[in-house]
């Protein structure tokens, strides 16, 4: 059963996943070096979201809770606590120190639920990957490092005048074992390579080359025979060089040349892929698959990994999902698959996105989100700012850039589209986790006024008043091809839950917040790159 976990990793591994359950493993953990991590949330302008900003800030800082999970770490023993000694001695109590003490256990964890015939896979950047590295070693086993694949994600776009441009990612692949999973992948051959060796033309149209047909060990009595007039040592016994030169595989160019195998153009793999990626490029911003979200992969990337260090049906974890890319993948190749993340942000950016990529026919289950209203308090209680993206993930919004609402009235927004004028309309979601009153509907007034907006939306926790429910019918009706829809909606956590929605032009077709993962037609054996047609 695919399944989804709201919550931090390490707790979801040691609760949830069994020891040698999951066959391959992707992380991409993120590393705030005052941009990196939070980054993850940042707006198309680079700036962030205060509730963002008060979530995160902390996550990779040395702190209290950094010094003490290294102290639990440490007392452990093991390859791990030595590690950790020495990376704290080099680099003193760091925010490096304080990531690389918070990877520590989370590595152990993975390296538990991995199977014997399994890999890991870590994605990361030069920052820290010679850290990242040791650390692996220390846990997997310098016998089990495999890889350090170069992912080129781009091209450099301008001249570096102090520096080498810095346009690649590293990607550690590790194994559990020296018995793993690995089917191959290939490239298209070069055309170059093609149009030099390929030289040979059949009557059908097939092409090929000319292969060696003697064989390099010179002492091999049995496979020294005479064929066509020469006599050499051969790769085949002569019965079978007999039976290939019948059917037309063995070719002598000339009386007393010495014969050759064709070797059909169709009939090869292709280059093999090795530990330099550049035929897939990073997203663009035009492109298709992307769906709004900083650091998102490319799918074919993923694939690519998923294809190679997998079998259908087989289990994926990413334990790091954000937007979902790796889960994306494994569902996309028929494999099951598991994804953590801390955020309700990236929980609801991902069924967004498995729900328009893969529809009715996907089945997964969703673990730590709240599912109750008593959920739903405990969670406002908790954490407002994770109760309110998970609010805004219940109707699909996105958390309001700062610059444009933030402590403005405005905690997320939908972009529509319900004309022919390519004007972008909007409406302005407000959320509310504790007592809220008539007061709160005209502040949503005032906001829709200012912003120009279509639609407002008071999300809320209580049941609203009488009062507010009158003053929000009090603001009228915004028209559009659909009909008309109220201008003010209050909308509780409850009748979300029950499956109420927005009242506004169908959100299937217009919604502009997150962009559609386009649809992806299942498939087993294929690896899309730059070079498909």
């Known amino acids: 059963m695919n399944r989804l976990y709201y919550g931090d990793n390490l707790d979801i591994l040691r609760r949830y996943i069994k020891d040698e359950s999951v066959d391959l493993i992707y992380l991409d953990p993120p590393f705030n070096s005052n941009a990196t991590y939070n980054v993850l949330f940042s707006q198309q302008n680079g700036s962030q979201s205060s509730a963002q900003i008060q979530a995160f800030e902390d996550t990779w800082q040395w702190d ?11 007392e452990q023993g093991g390859a791990i606590a030595d590690a950790l000694r020495a990376f704290r001695m080099l680099l003193g109590d760091s925010n490096m120190t304080a990531y690389l003490t918070m990877m520590a256990p989370r590595l152990a964890e993975l390296h538990r639920v991995l199977k014997n015939t399994g890999s890991l896979y870590l994605h990361c950047d030069p920052t820290a990957s010679h ?45 559990k ?59 085949w016994t002569r019965e079978r060089m ?16 010495v014969p050759a195998q064709k070797r059909y153009l169709d009939e090869q793999n292709g280059t093999p892929i090795d530990d330099v990626w550049s035929d897939i490029l990073t997203l663009q911003g035009s492109d298709s698959e992307r769906l709004g979200y900083p650091t998102q992969k490319p799918q074919a990337l993923l694939e690519r990994i998923v294809e190679t260090s997998s079998n259908v049906g087989e289990v994926v974890l990413d334990p790091f999902c954000g937007c979902g890319t790796a889960i994306a993948a494994a569902q996309n190749l028929n494999r099951t698959w598991i994804g953590i993340d801390i955020t309700h942000l990236a929980i609801g950016l991902i069924k967004h996105r498995m729900a328009d990529q893969f529809g009715d026919e996907l089945n997964y289950e969703v673990i730590g989100e709240p599912t109750t209203l008593e959920g739903a308090q405990e969670l406002a209680e908790k954490d ?6 998970w609010a805004l993930g219940l109707v699909g919004a996105r958390p309001a850039d700062p610059k444009k609402g933030a402590d403005r009235g405005i905690d997320g927004r939908l972009y529509f589209h319900d004309d022919d004028s390519g004007k972008t ?42 009062p507010m429910r009158s003053e929000a019918a009090s603001a009228g009706f915004y028209d559009s091809p659909w009909g008309k829809h109220p201008r003010v909606q209050i909308l509780t956590i409850e009748e979300l839950l029950d499956g109420a929605q927005i009242d506004m032009p169908p959100i299937r077709q217009v919604n502009q917040t997150y962009r559609r993962a386009p649809r992806h037609e299942r498939r087993e054996g294929h690896q899309p790159t730059l070079l498909d047609d």
């Open 131 to 175: 850290y990242l590295k040791i650390l692996l070693d220390s846990i997997f086993g310098i016998q089990n490092y495999r890889n350090e694949i170069v992912w080129k994600r781009t091209n450099a776009k301008s001249l570096a005048f102090t520096n080498y441009a810095k346009d690649h990612d590293i990607i550690f692949r590790y194994t």
């Open 384 to 389: 407002k700012f994770q109760f309110e993206w």
């Open 64 to 74: 209290e809770e950094a010094a003490r999970t290294y102290e639990l770490t440490v």
């Open 425 to 466: 309309k909007q409406v302005i979601i407000s959320v509310k986790g504790g007592h809220t009153g008539v007061s709160h509907i005209r502040d949503l007034v005032g906001v829709l006024d200012r912003e120009n907006a279509q639609i407002g939306v008071l999300i809320t926790l209580h049941e609203p008043t009488q």
């Open 177 to 235: 074992s020296d018995d793993w999973v690995w089917n191959p992948q290939y490239l298209p051959h070069d055309p170059e390579y093609v149009r030099k060796f390929y030289k040979y033309k059949d009557s059908d149209g097939r092409v090929y080359r000319l292969g060696d047909l003697t064989n390099p060990n010179k002492n091999r009595p049995n496979l020294t025979y005479e064929f066509l007039g020469v006599t050499r040592v051969w790769r």
């Open 242 to 257: 007999q039976k290939a030169y019948e059917d037309g595989l063995v070719v002598q160019s000339k009386p007393g040349a």
